[in-house]
Every structure is written in C-alpha cells, then in structure tokens.
T-cell receptor, first 113, second 115 residues
Framework: NAGVTQTPKFRILKIGQSMTLQCTQD?????MYWYRQDPGMGLKLIYY???????DKGEVPNGYNVSRSTTEDFPLRLELAAPSQTSVYFC????????????FGSGTRLTVV | AQSVTQLGSHVSVSEGALVLLRCNYS??????LFWYVQYPNQGLQLLLK??????LVKGINGFEAEFKKSETSFHLTKPSAHMSDAAEYFC?????????????FGRGTSLIVHP
C-alpha cells in the first residue's frame, strides 16, 4: 500500500517555465488537497477536490491549476513560474470523513530561479 | 470560523525531560482536533486525533493529548523526550460537519531535543 505518492521530489524551474506536480493515491479516497509550505508560515491550501471531476480553490490558488479526472490522480499545474512559487508542495488525501485525518505525500521541493 | 494558536514557534528540552507543546483553538462547533509531526525533509504524519470520544488521546511514539473544552486547548505531551522526537509539530482543527473537511493548521512548533 503506497499511500500518497508525489513526483518529482525536487525540481528547479526558470522564471516563466511551466510544470506539473504529480500526486497519486491508492486508497480510493475521494478527498484530495494541495498545500504549499513556506518556512514559519505553516500550510496554505492551494486547491482541493471532493471527488473526480470536482475541484475548488483554496486560500492561495493564483498561479496554479488542477484537474481531477480520476479518483487516484490530482495533478497540480504551475503556469509561468515565478520566484514567489518557490516552496515545498504537499498533496494529501482523506477518506469520506474528516475524523480520520489526512494522509500526506512526502512533498515536492520547488525552486524557481 | 475556526482558528488554531500554537504557543511558541520553538520549544527546547533536554533528553529525558517532559515535552509540552501547546495548542489552543477556537471553533463554533465541537471540533475534530489533530496533531501532526513532520520530520526533516518529510511529509506530515498523523500523530493523534480527538473526534469526540475519550478526552485523553494516546498517539504514536508515546505522545498523548488531552481535549479540554473549558480551556479550548489540546496540548501535546510526552513524559520523556528522546532525540528522535526532534521535529516540527502541527496542531489542526476541523469542523466535523464541514463538507470539504478542510482543517485549519497552526503555524507549527519546532521541538529541539538536547543531549
């Protein structure tokens, strides 16, 4: 049971480039989330999904896009990367109740130069 | 609306000493409460949770937390710190009735353990 898998683990982008951060879970969880973590700032929600075909914005969605075509996958797309998007990105999933707590992926460390 | 306050961005203890990490929350409904641990260069891992059963909750690695409604607190404790406990700890609160189950996270407390 792999849980939540994120790829790549590290990436350096140049300003203006685009990339997709991959997130896959094998637990059949309907709820999935993308967070970014900046030093001393805790976690900020970027986008979330309550099931295949349904996505919604979180606290900091600007500069990002998501899609959810399957239950398993929830990729995060960065268009026109900016230095402000330098961060560590975490994907998380949840079964159909908030009482279980999140299962997090191991993160993607992104640097935009 | 809900919020979480973790008192102290850094807590330093000696190995073998009591660990106490503080978390206070505000919520308009009886909440779910969580503690997560993040070891260096890793994702967050659920340490323990309160979901309206027993108010004293035991988690992994010898940690426990007590839900105190009157104090709106959910402090994390461990009787004896180990070097391997050095990590970032996050408290989180969520609304059980919330359709998206999105928790509010505290800013985290870094636990430093001295030999």
């Amino acid at each position: 049971n792999a849980g939540v898998t994120q790829t790549p683990k590290f990436r350096i982008l140049k300003i203006g480039q685009s990339m997709t951060l991959q997130c896959t879970q094998d637990m059949n969880h309907n709820y999935m989330y993308w967070y970014r973590q900046d030093p001393g700032m805790g976690l900020k929600l970027i986008y979330y999904s309550v099931g295949a075909g349904i996505t919604d914005k979180g606290e900091v969605p600007n500069g990002y896009n998501v899609s959810r075509s399957t239950t398993e996958d929830f990729p995060l797309r960065l268009e026109l990367a900016a230095p402000s998007q330098t961060s560590v990105y975490f994907c998380a999933s949840l079964p159909d109740s908030g009482e279980y707590g999140y299962t997090f992926g191991s993160g993607t460390r992104l640097t935009v130069v | 609306a809900q919020s979480v306050t973790q008192l102290g961005s850094h807590v330093s203890v000696s190995e073998g000493a009591l660990v106490l990490l503080r978390c206070n929350y505000s919520s308009s409904v009886p909440p779910y409460l969580f503690w997560y641990v993040q070891y260096p260069n890793q994702g967050l891992q659920l340490l323990l949770k309160y979901t309206s059963a027993a108010t004293l909750v035991k988690g992994i690695n010898g940690f426990e937390a007590e839900f105190k409604k009157s104090e709106t607190s959910f402090h994390l404790t461990k009787p004896s710190a180990h070097m391997s406990d050095a990590a970032e700890y996050f408290c989180a609160v969520s609304d059980p009735g919330g359709g998206s189950y999105i928790p509010t996270f505290g800013r985290g407390t870094s636990l430093i353990v001295h030999p």
